[in-house]
């Protein structure tokens, strides 16, 4: 009998136990989402669409905190440097993630061994748009007033080495033309000084551009993506123009700072799929014009290096530089 009891007595302390190392991980405090843009960019429209599910989620404030410059760099490393506890996150880019350690020398941090991959969010298509002043009605137009006028037009990006940066320069690449390159500190300040006529021409991201084009501050010529934007049906893609060389998608992952519990990840990587399975996060991000797409961490890490070589041939290839 005591033998029973005693086994009964481990049996039910050991329930407890069990159940504590079981039970999910959750977050203690508020949570900074990091878009290392200004707000009204594509990466910043979808975090905060994220982050609106997160929070109710999650059961903590989810704050988006736009920190801006350097090509993203400074809102990257502000992550990187953050406690790996849960209490911050950050909206990678192609750009920021892959693209920026062939670019900058002394980075002073490597994003995929200092940050942690939690899961994919979104890829969206480019779309090549013009000030309305440009005399240009279609890309063919639009080519032939850049090769009669060689380096005399210019784009803006959200800066160096951001996918606004590369997807005009892999364009000029296929299209053998020559324009300048202005960046700035994010899209929104870039596609203002385009409305403004500072700059004439951007291959920014749909979700960014569509309220302009909609209004008629600039003109849309061409997308990237491998079929026709149901937000833009009658603008062709590259490879209808021919230039297929010019296809190019973009992409945002959420990540993490190193050494962030697995607990944690396996958390936020849960929230993130629920939240992009929900019809009304699909549809809001499909009226902004990006495709929510949700990944294991362990998915996101061998695209991400896949990504990252990539890159390197185009940034080499293209000779981008940092300027």
Do not use: C
């Amino acid at each position: 009998m005591k033998a029973t009891r005693r086994t009964l007595l481990a049996a039910t302390l050991a329930v407890p136990t069990v159940a504590r190392a079981q039970a999910p991980w959750a977050p203690t405090r508020p949570i900074r989402f990091v878009v290392p843009f200004p707000a009204g960019g594509a990466t910043d429209v979808v975090a905060r669409v994220l982050a609106e599910r997160l929070q109710e989620t999650l059961g903590q404030p989810v704050v988006v905190e736009n920190r801006a410059g350097a090509g993203g760099n400074i809102g990257v490393e502000n992550v990187v440097r953050s406690p790996a506890d849960g209490g911050a996150i950050l909206m990678g880019t192609t750009g920021t993630l892959t693209v920026n350690p062939h670019l900058y020398a002394n980075l002073g941090f490597d994003p995929l061994r200092d940050l942690a991959p939690v899961s994919m969010a979104f890829t969206t298509d480019h779309v090549l748009i013009v000030n309305p002043q440009v005399p240009a009605q279609t890309v063919q137009d639009f080519l032939a007033l850049v090769r009669a006028r060689p380096g005399t037009l210019s784009y803006g990006s959200a800066g160096s080495g951001s996918s606004t940066h590369t997807v005009p320069e892999l364009f000029k690449l296929a299209a053998r033309v020559e324009i300048q390159h202005v960046p700035y500190r994010g899209s929104a300040p870039a596609l203002n000084d385009l409305v403004a006529g500072t700059v004439q021409v951007m291959l920014d991201q749909i979700p960014s551009a569509i309220g302009q084009i909609r209004g008629g501050q600039v003109r849309a010529l061409a997308v990237t993506g491998a079929r026709r934007s149901a937000l833009l049906p009658d603008v062709p893609t590259m490879a209808e123009i021919g230039l297929p060389d010019a296809q190019a998608t973009s992409w945002g992952a959420v990540m993490a700072p190193a050494g962030m519990p697995v607990p944690a990840i396996a958390r936020f990587n849960a929230a993130i799929r629920d939240a992009l399975a929900q019809q009304a996060v699909k549809d809001r991000l499909a009226a902004a014009g990006a495709d929510g797409v949700s990944s294991t961490p362990e998915e996101l890490a061998t695209f991400l290096r896949a990504e990252s070589t990539k890159w390197a041939r185009v940034v080499r290839e293209a000779r981008i530089a940092v300027n």
